[in-house]
């Protein structure tokens, strides 16, 4: 992913000794290189995080697992896509095996009209799993 280059800020932070201890535990079962990449991370996860409980634009993924041969399900789940088309952006389908699909499918829209979409996907028979992961819209941090 290409990232505009920004302009970097140095500022102080007090911490106590232990807890500080515990963030370099924590860090070193991550890939962040050094304490201020693993802050800025943090950072940009605990703001994507508010956007979505504050009902913001807001971009992701809803990943389903089905079991395709169950009666009327593939119907559904593309009914419900078509309810949803601005909100999803693409979907990619993937044949697991004989019985179940593989469905990843990218979406940008509101937090709450993601958060309907993935909770209706969820709720059909036949769903055996569904997440939801969070990303930013793009135009934020
Ligand atoms: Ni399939």
Redesign the pocket.
Known sequence: MTRKTAQLVRFGVSVEQDLLAAFDRWMRTTTHPNRSEAIRDLMREQLVRQRWTAGGTVAGAVTIVYA?HRRDLVGRIVDLQHDFQDAIISTQ???LDHRR?LEIIAVRGTSGRIKDLADRLHALKGVLHATLAMAAAGDRP
């Open positions: 395709h389908h993937v044949h699909c």
